[in-house]
C-alpha cells in the first residue's frame, strides 16, 4: 500500500501566523488537542494530561540532548554558517554549509580562537564533512562556548541576535529531562514537560521511561519524490536499554498503555520491536520511513506536535491516527488557532484500530 502513496495527499495549507517562533509560557500551559480513535476530537491542555491518561500507562520520552551545532566560522575573509548534522566518529561531523560555494575540501574554517576545522569531503546540497581539532569532550565543550542552537529553518532569530535571546533559544529548545548529548533539533513533544507535570503524572500512576535518538537536522529536510516509495529517510543514532525494555514488556502485560512523547520516541520503538510489537534492547541506527500502510505495533497513544505539510512527521502521525482523522485534526486545529511545529501545541493521538 506504502507505494500507492503520494507527496500531495499529505499537503493541507497552514496560515503563516500559526508558526511558533516563541515557546508558551510556563511550558506546560501549551494547548492539547485530543484526538480519540473514533468519537469526538476535544480541545484541551497540556496540563489534562493526566486526566487523559490512566494508572499503569507508561510514557516513553527520548533524553536525547540538543548541542549548540550551529556554527559561524571563517576561511580567510569569507564568512561561512555550519549546521552540524551527523557525528560520524573521532573529530569528524556532517554539516550544511552555508553558502557552500566558499568551501572545498581541503580548506580551513575557523571559528574563533579555540576552535577549527578542515573540510574533508563536500557532497551534494550542501552538504561537507568536517574534521575539528578537537574531540570528544573537548568538542563539546568547544560547541558550547561558540555555537548557538540549531533553531528550525522556519523559526527566524537576526544574525545578530543578542546574548538574552541566545541564551532564551538554549534553554527553550531543550527539554528539561535532556541527557545525552547528541541531537541537532529537539525531540519537541518533550519541550512541554515541566517537574509539576510529571509529579500530576506520578500521582495518577502514571510512569516513565527513556529511550535515546539522536534527532538529525534531516528531520528538517523536504521529500522531494512525489512517488513516496522512492524517498530514502535519513539515519538517526538510536538507544533501547533493557531497563526500558523490560518496563514496556511489563506495562503492556499489565494491560497499561504506551504512550510515546514524540515521533522520534515512536521511531525508536517500532525500530527495536520484533514482529510480535515487543520492544527488545537495542543500539543502531534507524532509517525507519512510517507512511500510512505501515503498520504501528508498540504505542497505545502519541503525544506530537503539530508537524509541516509534505513532512515525513505528518506522514507518521497519520499512519498512526488515519489520514482522514489527521486531515480532520489539523483542519479543527487550523481553525481553533493552535500553534504549530517546534515551539507550538500538541495533540494527543489514540492509535487507529
Known amino acids: 500500500m506504502g507505494n500507492a502513496m503520494r507527496l500531495s495527499d499529505f499537503d493541507f495549507d497552514l496560515p503563516r501566523e500559526l508558526i511558533a517562533d516563541r515557546p508558551a509560557r510556563p511550558r506546560d500551559a501549551a ?45 580567510g575573509a569569507a564568512a561561512v554558517e555550519l549546521t552540524l548534522h551527523k557525528a560520524e566518529g573521532g573529530a569528524r561531523w556532517r ?29 551534494e546540497g550542501g552538504e561537507v564533512v568536517l574534521e575539528f581539532d578537537h574531540a570528544g569532550a573537548a568538542l563539546m565543550a568547544a560547541l558550547e562556548h561558540y555555537g548557538d542552537m540549531p533553531l528550525p529553518p522556519y523559526i527566524k532569530r537576526p544574525k545578530d541576535a543578542d546574548a538574552v535571546t541566545r541564551a532564551a533559544d538554549r534553554a527553550d529548545y ?44 534531516g528531520t528538517f529536510l523536504p521529500v ?16 533501547v536499554s533493557a531497563k526500558t525494555a523490560a518496563a514496556i514488556a511489563a506495562a503492556r502485560d499489565a494491560g497499561g498503555r504506551i504512550v510515546a512523547v514524540g515521533t522520534t520516541s515512536l521511531r525508536v520503538l517500532e525500530s527495536a520491536a520484533g514482529a510480535d510489537g515487543r520492544v527488545a ?23 506530537t506536535n503539530f508537524h509541516l505539510p509534505r513532512s515525513t512527521l505528518f506522514m507518521l502521525v497519520s499512519a498512526f491516527a488515519g489520514l482522514d482523522r489527521m486531515r480532520a485534526a489539523y483542519a479543527h486545529a487550523v481553525a481553533g488557532h493552535y500553534r504549530f511545529f517546534s515551539y507550538g501545541d500538541a495533540c494527543l493521538l489514540e492509535r487507529a484500530p
Open 281 to 303: 534492547p537495542w543500539s543502531g541506527e534507524t532509517r525507519l520511513f512510517i507512511l500510512p500502510g505501515y503498520r504501528i505495533r508498540t504505542a497505545d497513544m502519541l503525544l
Open 174 to 217: 531543550q527539554t528539561v529531562y535532556a541527557a545525552r548529548d547528541g541531537a541537532v533539533a529537539a525531540p519537541t513533544a518533550g519541550l512541554h514537560f515541566t517537574p509539576e507535570l510529571f509529579a500530576a503524572l506520578a500521582a495518577r500512576g502514571v510512569a516513565h521511561v527513556f529511550v535515546t535518538l539522536h534527532v538529525g537536522a
Open 31 to 75: 494547548r492539547l488537542l485530543h484526538v480519540p480513535a473514533a468519537g469526538d476530537i476535544a480541545d484541551r491542555a497540556i496540563r489534562d494530561l493526566p486526566v487523559l491518561l490512566r494508572s499503569g500507562d507508561l510514557l516513553v520520552l527520548n533524553d536525547t540532548r540538543v548541542i549548540p551545532a550551529r556554527l559561524r566560522g571563517r576561511r
Open 95 to 123: 554539516a550544511f554549509a552555508r553558502p557552500a560555494k566558499r568551501l572545498a575540501a581541503g580548506h580551513h574554517v575557523t571559528f574563533g580562537d579555540e576552535l577549527a576545522a578542515r573540510v574533508v569531503e563536500k557532497g
Open 224 to 239: 522531494k519524490t512525489e512517488d513516496l516509495s522512492g524517498h530514502v529517510m535519513h539515519a538517526e543514532w538510536g538507544e
